[in-house]
């Protein structure tokens, strides 16, 4: 009898069965409700409309992460403007960020009752909203609160986005697409370093964080337009699956400890890299810039060659992440070693390692995520994960930053290459299938 389960399991799928969530083979626990499709069916999906969902999904991304970024970067124009002083710069720069982590597991439950489409326009669009009336804001408040309105809107993002590409992706593929998808961040980022205090200083902030809603709004037009072909996958409806069923399951608890700590390095090194090459190895301040810069670049470039890699591999995503965590941790340690006279030349295959290992796991993990939890529950999955990182991430640059002050950043440093250290042990606890 077991060889003959065996056999039936090594029979190759014919195109008139059914499989389960993209792929037949998913990795993911695939909870009942997950829409079931013919292997014909998701290679004509994979062939023809996903890829130009994945284009509108990062353009989508792209501008939240403009919005998201491109307000602290207008600080210098708005503490003179409206008076802020330090802690109040310092919640106008998050607000965004704050409102997000309120609503992210809503928000993922949304995405799968009425599906990604409807979700990132309505949400975009109430976000555009709320930051054109923050531009009209004259005072703290007014402005805190529109902003931390728009966060909410942009909350249903990450968790709408990692659904889709679970669903619209076979296994084989889908860590390069989430990979791609990821880089969205970083590159929103970077365009609105670029962009925002450039068009602040020509025309007003005001002016400056309109074009930041109109950019919004444009995305939450493209949402619409683009998400179209997913509709027919969802006919059946989907369950609703429980919170407390997401936290009774090991793997999806185990991932979002583990995204949680490698997260503390990711924005410990965002927040102190510049500061430290200013501080500590004297160097001015675009030199400095341009460390990070490179750490972001070389990121981007990781996510998307990670993802690959790991489509290849046809093996689990977590050993992987957990390598990228152990091999953070050396970069830190090596990081925290340099002497104070090394050369601005050699500081630049540091960073370029920073960016590969500390901030290049961000792909693989939402794909890990997503695949734990199967499309009926995805984006709920998602919005659980963010929200354990970003509440422990909101406390990790502080403790950092005290901990430099007392005792330098090289103590500071090499503390957090030791946190990482556990780092394949949550990997392989995570029981990946």
């Known amino acids: 009898m077991g060889r003959g389960r ?83 710069s310092g919640a106008v720069a998050v607000a965004t960020q704050a409102g997000s982590a309120l609503a992210l597991i809503a928000a993922g439950r949304a995405a799968e009752r009425w599906g990604e489409r409807w979700m990132l326009t309505a949400g975009l669009t109430a976000a555009g909203a709320c930051t054109l009336l923050a531009a009209r804001g004259s005072a703290f408040l007014p402005l805190f609160l529109a902003l931390g309105g728009a966060g909410v809107g942009v909350a249903v993002s990450h968790p709408a986005g990692t659904r889709a590409v679970l669903r619209a992706f076979p296994a084989r593929r889908r860590a390069l697409a989430m990979g791609l998808r990821q880089t969205a961040v970083t590159a929103g980022a970077m365009l609105a370093a670029l962009i925002a205090p450039r068009l602040a200083d020509a025309v007003g902030w005001r002016a400056a964080l309109s074009v930041s809603a109109v950019v919004v709004l444009l995305a939450a037009g493209l949402a619409l337009a683009a998400l179209r072909g997913l509709e027919h996958a969802s006919a059946g409806g989907t369950a609703t699956v429980p919170v407390r069923t997401l936290l009774r399951h090991r793997g999806i608890v185990v991932a979002s400890l583990l995204s949680a700590l490698l997260a503390t390095a990711q924005f410990c090194i965002t927040a102190y890299l510049v500061l430290d090459a200013r501080e500590r190895f004297r160097l001015a301040v675009t030199a400095a810039a341009s460390l990070l810069a490179l750490a972001n670049l070389t990121s981007i470039l990781a996510r998307i060659a ?116 556990p780092a394949p042990l949550l990997a392989r606890a995570v029981g990946e299938r």
């Open 6 to 88: 065996t056999r039936q399991r090594e029979r190759p799928v014919s195109a008139k069965r059914t499989v389960s969530g993209a792929e037949g083979g998913d990795r993911g626990s695939g909870w009942a409700g997950t829409p079931r499709w013919t292997r014909a069916e998701v290679e004509e999906r994979v062939a023809t409309g996903a890829w130009r969902m994945l284009v509108a999904l990062v353009a989508v991304q792209v501008a939240v992460s403009y919005l998201q970024y491109g307000v602290p970067v207008l600080l210098p124009f708005l503490r003179p403007a409206l008076g802020l002083d330090g802690p109040r």
């Open 306 to 421: 990670l993802g690959a890699v790991s489509d290849r591999r046809g093996r689990g995503r977590a050993p992987l992440i957990g390598l990228l965590g152990l091999l953070s941790g050396v970069a830190l340690a090596v990081l925290a070693l340099l002497p104070a006279t090394t050369p601005a030349l050699l500081l630049l295959p540091v960073a370029m390692a920073l960016g590969a290992t500390a901030l290049g796991w961000t792909g693989l993990m939402a794909t890990l995520i997503a695949e734990q939890a199967g499309p009926a529950a995805a984006a709920t999955a998602t919005g659980l994960q963010l929200t354990v990182l970003f509440g422990t991430v909101s406390l990790a640059p502080p403790l950092f930053g005290a901990v430099a002050d007392a005792a330098g950043y090289r103590t500071a440093w090499l503390g957090l290459a030791l946190l990482m250290l």
